[in-house]
Structure formats: C-alpha cells, structure tokens
C-alpha cells in the first residue's frame, strides 16, 4: 500500500514556529540588555539572530521531514529496529548540525563562543531533537489514521453498491433459478447438458451468495472454479486446459471472491485458443503466494470488455488483504501472484 507522505507545507510550519519559539528566550534577553544600556545595537546582533533562527529552522525541518516521510518511507525493518533506526539516525543529524553551527557560525558573524554558549547550543539542540520526534510521530500517526479512514470509506462504499445489486436482483435468482430447474427436467436424458446446467446454477448462486463476504476461503474459490472451468471445457474441449496445484495449507486462507475466476477468464479473454496454440493456465503455491500463470499468446482480436477487471481485483486485494498483486510478463508469460501468507 502507497504510504501517504505528511503535507510539506505543514512541516515548514511547524519547523518556523519552533525556531521562533527556541529563539525567543535569547532574544528578549538581548533586548532587556539594549533597554538597560549594557550592550550596544550592531549588525553583529543581527546576524547572530538570522544564523541561528536559520539553523534552528533547518534542523527542526530534516529531522520532520526524515521522521515522517523519508525514514518511514524507505526503512523496511520491523516496527522497534525501524525506530532504533530512525533515532540513530537523528542523533547522527543533530551532531552534523552542530558542527556545521561551529564551523560556520565565526565565520558568518565573527563573534567567538563562550564555554557556556557552546554548552547551551548542545543542550538547546538536544531538547529540541526530543520534542521534534514525538511532534514528527503524532504526525505520521495522525497521517496514517487519515489514510486509514479514506481506505475504509472506499470499502464501505463498495460494499454499499454489492447491497444495492443485491437489492435490485433479489427478484431474478428466483426466475432463473427455477427456469434453469425446468431446463434441466427438458434434457433430463442429456447428461452433458444437465451437467452443463447444474455447473451454470451453482457458478451463479456463488456469485450471488459472495455478495455478502468481503472475503472466502481458498477451498471454496477453486470449488467455483471448478464449475466455471467446466463450462470453459465445454466450449473449447481439448484447447484449454488448467493444472491446479496448492498445498493443503492453503486452503483455509482467505482471498476475494472470484479473484482466481477472474484471472483464469483474463487469460481465456487476450489469449489465442487453438488446434495449434492450446491455452494451458497454471495455478499454484509458492513461498506464501498462489500464483495463476499462462504462456502469453495475445488475440489478434481482443473481445470485448471494461479493461478494468485486474485493476478492480489490485484496488479489493489492497483493501481487503493489505497486500498488493505482482504482475510479471517475463519470459513471454504472464504471470499473476497473490500474496497468502507470510514468508519468512
């Protein structure tokens, strides 16, 4: 799933305030001073005060910036080595920081440091780089939750339009249902026709009754399946074919349903099917993935269709699973892999 990165505008925000706010203390300080007449106004003053609201500002940005977006993007360890990371990390800014304050602060405002200005430069940097790291995760986690609640309202939106369809077909299963029962009582003696027939009841009823699941075992995806490659068979005979084989234990985990149904009718749909060019499609486990494969033969005339069923089956797979699909085409084959279980 995209990690939402956290407005830069808001971290700009947040990085001035705190310059302003460190920078404030000192500055009333030097004022009370100029009242009172104990220190001369100058340039050098001013320039003192710009270099350190700009290096106040900038550390405060790198480590917002680093803490919730570039760390949390790019750093794939598990949750307490992730943040052990990302606090080696800060603290390795802050020193590079304050070198570079050091380095360029003589030469910018020719105005040496006493032992107690360098020591509360440390300290003032060091507090800073505390309060910038819970700042930066209640930000990332208001972010998050953001995110979160966006990918919930999309699913029960979804979830909304299958109810809907339910509602307007709840009159039609009936019909068919029963049409489909006369049908078979027509050609009780034709036993591949009542075959044909009970496969095409069965494929519908579990469209319909998957309507009211999110998500179904694999068992009960490759028993539709099977159906719905029946009916394929039947139309090409001895041109399409399908090789089947998952281990055991992953039949009881869970996936969307119709999404092993979709991808072997993806490869029905753009594949050529011949005497010459039979289409073999491959479903099998590996590494905690079933994978659904088949040689790459396109049509020469596609049929007709949306475009959009393996771009509507990633968008279910991310929401309801958290996992993303892999396409691969390598090797003139085409390949797609559903994330199972995880792999260690």
């Known amino acids: 799933m995209t990690i939402k990165p956290v407005k830069r505008a808001e971290i700009i925000k947040i990085a001035l305030l705190l310059a302003v706010l460190i920078s404030l ?47 949390y993007r790019t750093i794939r360890q598990p949750f307490w080595i992730k943040i052990a990371i990302i606090i080696a990390i800060d603290i390795a800014i802050l020193f590079g920081i304050l070198a570079l304050w050091k380095i360029l602060h003589p030469v910018l405002v020719d105005q040496p ?105 694999v068992r009960e995806e490759l028993k539709y399946l099977e159906s719905y490659t029946y009916l394929i068979k039947t139309r090409y005979r001895d041109r399409f074919s399908i090789d089947i084989n998952i281990e055991e234990s992953y039949l009881d985990e869970r996936i969307p349903p119709l999404a092993l149904q979709l991808l072997v009718e993806n490869a029905v749909k753009h594949n050529e099917i011949s005497e010459s060019h039979p289409l073999l499609v491959k479903i099998y ?22 475009g959009n069923g393996l771009v509507n089956l990633k968008k279910r797979y991310v929401l309801l699973r958290k996992q993303e699909l892999k396409i691969n085409t390598e090797n003139n084959y085409f390949s797609v892999e559903l994330p199972i279980k995880k792999w260690k």
């Open 285 to 306: 486990s590996e590494q905690g993935s079933i994978f659904v494969q088949n040689k790459a033969r396109p049509r020469t005339t596609l049929a007709e269709g949306t």
């Open 25 to 71: 203390p000192r500055n009333i300080h030097l004022y009370n001073m100029f009242s009172e007449g104990k220190m001369d106004f100058s340039g050098v003053w001013i320039y003192d005060f710009i270099f350190r609201f700009f290096f106040l500002a900038l550390f405060s940005w790198l480590i917002l910036q680093f803490n919730t977006n570039w760390g």
């Open 113 to 217: 440091l006493s032992n107690d200005d360098r020591g509360f430069l440390r300290f003032s940097y060091e507090i800073l780089l505390i309060v910038l790291f819970f700042i930066a995760r209640i930000l990332r986690l208001q972010t998050d939750q953001q995110e979160s609640s966006i990918e919930n309202e999309k699913l029960k939106q979804q979830n909304l339009q299958s109810e809907l369809a339910a509602l307007k077909n709840q009159i039609d299963p009936h019909f068919l249902f029963n049409s489909l029962n006369s049908l078979t009582s027509l050609v009780r003696d034709n036993e591949a026709a009542t075959q044909f027939i009970k496969k095409l009841s069965y494929m519908y009823r579990y469209i319909l009754q998957s309507n009211d699941s999110d998500l179904v075992s």
